[in-house]
């Protein structure tokens, strides 16, 4: 199960996204298999949407938005298998939903599909093709750019995985325009999550798939591409990152190991002095994070 982001900020419901199996009544396991390995690639995985009404404490019954074999305008086949789900909601307030799906293969032969709602999650288009070819999926959340434009973090996988951005130009519900793909250089990296600093400048931090440490670039944007990855001195086992922006500083959230989780804010200039907690239960287990700056500013 994989919920999705939503920056929904002013609708009176807010809707959720996950994919999932389905189990004939009576047929469901008593013990919930791995999502990664047992339910995302699963051909009979679809894409759900559940609301939440201002004030409620209870969302809506789960309504399918993507089936497998779902047309997908342009192109001979339909989808065998869906996930890895992230919203987007534009200064139209219209609500995007991109995913990867696959046609044929496992997910190395995955492209990145669409589907866009003018109500706010209550109705859809049909399923569009945003990046063809294989190997191509999405992870993490977009931002908007200075100029209007929205950036969409991607990942491809053709023998060593690559992090890239593309930056597309929206209107009325129809993507107008997509850049070319910038690539992150570097060691090998994928699923790159994009923050937004206060000084407007754009980073990411990515996903090590050499069991390092966690990866960080910034976007050039008087030359539209990314500086050469290079690590962060937060030990990540092949971890996905998710980067969030605060008032002071970034929030970076990522598994430190296979059972627990890691959190850390980071000021611009140096790293705050907060304690980073491997285990709530277990005190022994706190350790302060180090004074390395990789953030630092002349």
Request: proline content about 10%; glycine content about 8%.
């Amino acid at each position: 199960m994989l919920p999705g982001n939503c920056p929904v900020t002013m609708a009176d419901r807010w809707p959720s996204f996950r994919t999932d199996r389905y189990f004939a009544p009576g047929t469901r396991p008593r013990a919930k298999p791995h999502p990664m390995r047992e339910f995302e690639a699963a051909p009979d995985a679809r894409i759900f949407c559940s609301r939440l009404a201002k004030g409620s404490r209870s969302w809506t019954q789960p309504e399918v938005v993507v089936r497998p074999q779902a047309p997908v305008q342009g192109c001979w086949f339909g989808n065998k298998s869906v996930g890895d789900t992230v919203l987007f909601l534009d200064r139209e307030q219209c609500l995007w939903l991109f995913f990867a799906g696959v046609t044929i293969g496992g997910w190395s032969g995955s492209h990145v599909d669409f589907v866009v709602s003018h109500d706010l999650g209550r109705h859809w288009s049909p399923v569009q093709r945003l990046i063809g070819g294989l190997g191509q999926s999405p992870r993490c959340k977009l931002i908007e750019l200075a100029g209007g434009q929205v950036m969409i973090p991607l990942s491809s996988w053709l023998f060593r995985w690559q992090g890239y951005t593309v930056c597309l130009n929206l209107s009325n519900g129809q993507v107008i325009s997509k850049s070319i793909p910038a690539k992150i250089p570097g060691p090998e990296n994928s699923q790159p999550s994009l923050v937004t600093l206060p000084n407007h400048e754009v980073v990411a931090y990515l996903r090590n798939p050499r069991v390092g440490p966690l990866l960080f670039s910034k976007w050039n944007s008087a030359l539209n591409q990314w500086s050469p990855a290079r690590p962060v001195n937060l030990p990540s086992p092949n971890s996905a990152v998710d980067a969030i922006p605060c008032e002071n500083g970034v929030l970076v959230v990522y598994t430190a190991d296979l059972s627990r989780r890691f959190f850390s804010t980071l000021e611009l200039r140096r790293w705050r002095g907060c304690q980073c907690f491997l285990s709530d239960r277990d005190p022994s287990q706190r350790r302060r994070l180090s004074p390395d700056l990789h953030l630092r500013q002349p």
